[in-house]
């Protein structure tokens, strides 16, 4: 008895907490950048688009919490899920491969692009680099004071950049903005057939709401909270970059927004002018603080259990005095100061980047289907989550 209050005292997280880390690496530079495209490209129907995406992410996230409540308490996330369904072999392809690497790549460019747009505003003489490795050493060391440092900077970071993003969508949807608005259609079609193409890149604006897996060990109640949070999560980050897409309409031509590499940035100069351009670079850097933060903590947990599966070196499992797994934290650190150097103020280099992560996280997520398909086959009579018998015929 004693032990199990020991253990509930321990479980710090609630819903407030797995919704902050689900949308940690959902709201990204560079899904500012896609959300920009692809309503440049089909006008306010990509909102269509999206609300498909964010289902299938959703589908994605309900397999992901199937495999979680078939083997709650795990640190190694999709790992030991793959591993106990489909052996070391496609574990390693799917997690170093497909999942570690494609991250800490992506958590890399989203620092350089956060650089990038640093340099602009503040033409300070040092390299653009350094604000990467700034960002980079703060974060290392909140993660390693712990989970408490780490759910702190992660509440304030996300809810302040959702109610920043919210709010600028809002002033330009209501076209309240002090700059001049924008006469255009709302649309450049409505064929479908122009409209499926566009799911995929809809697709890259909620990629990472499994986020909140690794740290299901420290959230209470995780079997509810844990998937209800993402799912929350994705809802909200759908609602609040439709509401954006509406603010582009007003004050951005389409074909800018095709054309420009920063399209945030310049939707904030056509709303309110400077002060318009310094908040959407506020939400920049908000982007990549929660967007590293998440990366951190959750593969510094993965990294962790796999190490105790054996299948990376065992001081990967070994913790400091607030029980954080240090090395992990160090080790992803590095290889995002490593990605976000070799990406500086490289378009070509962040544009392919991301592709490359792209593809691997969809690898992972086909993954995680597979594997609940290979559980439930071995393991027929097994409880399901609750929450998603609805989406049964999907698995």
């Known amino acids: 008895m004693w032990g199990s209050e020991v253990l509930m005292e321990e479980k710090k997280l609630g819903v407030r907490n797995v919704v902050s880390v689900s949308v940690g690496l959902v709201i990204a530079t560079s899904c500012l950048v896609s959300l920009g495209q692809g309503a440049g490209n089909i006008g306010v129907v990509f909102i269509f688009a999206m609300i498909i995406a964010c289902m299938l992410n959703m589908i994605s996230i309900a397999s992901m919490s199937e495999l979680n409540a078939l083997m709650p308490n795990t640190t190694g996330g999709l790992a030991q899920y793959t591993l106990t369904s489909l052996g070391p072999v496609p574990t390693m392809v799917s997690m170093v491969g497909g999942y570690i690497l494609c991250n800490v790549l992506s958590a890399g460019v989203e620092a350089s692009i956060f650089s990038y747009a640093m340099g602009e505003i503040l033409h300070l003489p040092i390299s653009n680099f350094w604000y990467t490795f700034l960002v980079t050493a703060v974060l290392l060391i909140a993660n390693l004071k712990g989970v408490d440092m780490f759910a702190k900077i992660q509440d304030l ?6 109610g920043s993003m919210f709010f600028m969508g809002l002033i ?31 697709f890259w604006l909620f990629i990472g709401a499994e986020y909140a897996i690794p740290i299901s060990k420290d959230v209470k109640n995780a079997k509810r909270n844990v998937p209800l949070g993402m799912f929350i999560g994705l809802a909200i980050m759908c609602g609040v970059q439709s509401v954006m897409i509406f603010g582009f309409h007003n004050y951005t031509t389409w074909k800018e927004l095709t054309e420009s ?13 400077t002060p318009g351009k310094l908040w959407m670079t506020l939400v920049a850097a908000l982007a990549v603080v929660s967007t590293q933060n998440s990366s951190v903590q959750g593969l ?6 796999m ?5 990376m070196p065992q001081f990967f499992a070994k913790t400091n005095k607030n029980n954080v797994p240090y090395i992990g934290v160090w080790f992803v650190s590095l290889l995002i100061l490593f990605f976000g150097y070799i990406s500086n103020d490289s378009s070509k280099l962040i544009s392919f ?26 393991l027929p009579k097994a409880p399901r989550t609750s929450r998603f018998h609805s989406v049964r015929c999907f698995h």
């Open 157 to 162: 970071v996300a809810y302040l950049l959702l």
């Open 172 to 202: 330009g949807a209501l076209g309240m903005g002090t700059g001049v608005k924008v006469d255009q259609p709302y649309y450049m079609t409505t064929n479908p057939a122009d409209i499926v193409p566009m799911i995929a890149v809809a």
């Open 261 to 273: 590499p920063a399209p945030h940035l310049l939707y904030g100069m056509n709303l309110l002018g």
């Open 300 to 305: 510094a947990n993965i990294c962790q259990g």
């Open 307 to 311: 190490a105790k599966m054996n299948m």
């Open 353 to 378: 980047l991301i592709l490359v992560g792209s593809v691997f996280w969809m690898v992972s997520y086909i993954f995680a289907h597979i594997d609940v398909l290979v559980l439930r086959h071995r």
